[in-house]
């Protein structure tokens, strides 16, 4: 817990410094838009819950709303506000399980950009926050194990999200951008004190997303 929380913190800290080391664009730009794109999702649990290993993947849709201002060179500040279909599937020779989590999350990452005026390679990478919405269970459980499927103890998470990818912006048209981001969840879905079955129960989950933004124009 204190490991998880202090990466998160200097994660922050890092956007900030890495944002504010950077030389001051003489005209800010600023973008709005909206991403959507395709989620594998998977937990890991320890003790380990059989079935659950790859390629046993959920594969579900993501999107979301985009906010970025880009006040120096080479560095931005994106703000987003997702709609994230998490969770874990079980397949064994009798078994076949899902368990779908829906969460709203906003990520704060720092965007790190590259490349001539239109064409651009980025990193983004920075902490996120969320929020269990609704949660679902599809098929037939292993009647060897009853834990991890009780109800979700603890709704809210956190963690760290990181991706890399390119976009083509166009004055008039807008910007384009495609990405792969990864993200990893500190906040485990269960109790996890010593008197607990599990240790930690975490999500991953890998996406390609594409984005369309439109800039804002400030005078």
């Known amino acids: 817990m204190k490991d998880s929380r202090l990466i998160l913190f200097l994660s ?9 080391a950077q030389p001051r664009l003489r005209f800010p730009e600023m973008y709005v838009g909206a991403h ?23 594969i579900n849709p ?7 201002y880009a006040g120096h060179k080479v560095c931005a500040i994106q703000i987003e506000l997702n709609y994230m279909q998490r969770g874990w599937k079980e397949v064994l020779e ?19 950009y590259f490349g001539g005026k239109r064409v651009r390679g980025f990193l983004n990478l920075g902490p996120q926050i969320g929020y269990c919405i609704h949660d ?4 037939t459980p292993n009647p060897q ?12 998470d956190w963690g760290l999200a990181g991706g890399l990818g390119i976009y083509y ?18 906040g485990s879905i269960f109790n996890n004190r010593k008197t607990d079955h599990f240790q930690f ?13 439109w800039q804002i124009r400030i005078k």
Do not use: W
Request: a positive charge; glycine letters at 6%.
């Open 145 to 156: 194990y009853k834990y991890q499927y009780s109800d979700i103890q603890k709704p809210f």
């Open 201 to 213: 129960a975490n999500a991953v989950n890998v996406s390609i997303n594409f984005a369309y933004m």
């Open 62 to 68: 993501n999107g979301g709303l985009v906010f970025r």
């Open 169 to 186: 912006r166009h004055e008039k048209v807008g910007l384009f951008q495609i990405e792969a981001r990864g993200n990893y969840s500190f």
């Open 136 to 139: 679902a269970a599809i098929g």
């Open 12 to 20: 922050f800290l890092m956007i900030c410094c890495a944002t504010l």
């Open 36 to 58: 959507a794109g395709v989620m594998t999702s998977t937990m890991i649990f320890k003790p380990i819950i059989q079935g659950t290993n790859l390629p046993n993947v959920l």
């Open 94 to 112: 009798n078994v076949n399980y899902s368990r779908q989590l829906d969460y709203l999350e906003i990520p704060l990452l720092m965007h790190l």
